[in-house]
Structure formats: structure tokens, C-alpha cells
């Protein structure tokens, strides 16, 4: 028997939805967002990160994942290789994170959760280091992305492996973070705000 997929569905290891991946990529989009100016300031003339969180929020707002997001994810990552800095590699990755959002594979792999998580570890290590290294600043970043994950968000996550512990400050970020929404999806959620298509710059809060 030949197996047709729906459209509106994507499988692997198990199924994900065209609207989990569109909250999965809000929710990267929102923090890729937040640090952008980190890169703009240091490389003023370089559009590609920007385009990348216009492509994410294209695919947000409810448009089909297409071309668009591939490469404009792959060029601001070029972008983020010949940053000045690491503060501004790591905005411009968030980007690309945003647009790539849209292709999060349905695999039991725990490097699918960098998809996920990576922006968000990324954004609390600017601040840390916007704030001369303070963990204080990257623990209160961790936890308004904790408030900003909705429970589809954290119900997708959990599909995954745990993200292992790495070398990196962004790496034991984001394994932080996991850790956190994993325990939380033990607990009844909090009332959140509906997760479907969002007009762009509608939601900036917490």
C-alpha cells in the first residue's frame, strides 16, 4: 500500500503538524528578533539577517514553507561565519535559526532541540555578555523565554531527547532551558495567549 502524507503534516520518528512547526518557529523567531540590532550595529550594511527573520515570519503569518526560508536561513548564517564578533555571529545564527525553524525534523535526536532552543540560549548569552558577563542577565533572559514557550511549544519539545550538556556557554544555555520546560510541562500551564497565526510585531511580551 502506498502511504500519501497530508500537506499539513510532516513525519519521521513521530508527526509534526504544519502549525506546531509554525508555533516552533514563532517562538525562535521572537528572540532571533530581539538581538537583530546586535548584528545591525556591528555590520550595518549586511541585509541577510533581517531577511531571514522576514522569511520566518512569512512562514509564521501562515504561508507555506518554501525555498524562501531555506535560503535566506543559509545566508544569514554566511553572514553570521564573517561577523566581527561574537555577540553579532550569534544574532545573525539566531536569524538563520528563524527561517531554518520551518524545516525542525520530526527525528528523536537530541540535536533537533538546537532548532528549538538555540536562539533563545543564544539571546541570553548577549545579554550576559551586553552586561560584561553577568550569568544573572542569562538566567533572567532564560526564564522570560521559559514564560514565552506555550504548551504546544513544550509539548513538541518533549517529542525530542533531552539537549545534551556542551562546552559551549550557549550549550549549557540552552541544556538550562530544556531542563526548565520539561519540568514545567509536569505542572498544569499557566493560561497563555492562543498560538495561531500572528500578525508580525503583534506580540513582543513578555
Known sequence: MVMVQSPHTVSGDFDLTMDELRVVARYVVRHAEDVLPVFEQAVPGDPRPRAAIDAAWVFVNGA?????????????????????????????????????????????????????????ASAARIGEMEAGGDPAVGAALLERSRQRATPVLVDVLCRYPPAADGGSRVARLMSALDRSLRRGADRPPAPTAASGPETRGKERTP
Do not use: M, W
Not at 67 to 88: C, F
Open 64 to 120: 507555506a514553507r518554501t525555498k524562501l526560508q531555506r535560503v535566506a536561513s543559509l545566508d544569514a548564517h554566511r553572514a553570521a561565519r564573517a561577523a566581527p564578533s561574537e555577540a553579532a555571529r550569534l544574532a545573525a545564527r539566531s536569524a538563520g535559526d528563524a527561517a531554518s525553524a520551518a524545516y525542525t525534523h520530526p527525528l528523536a535526536q537530541a540535536g533537533q532541540v538546537g532548532h528549538i532552543l538555540r536562539a533563545c
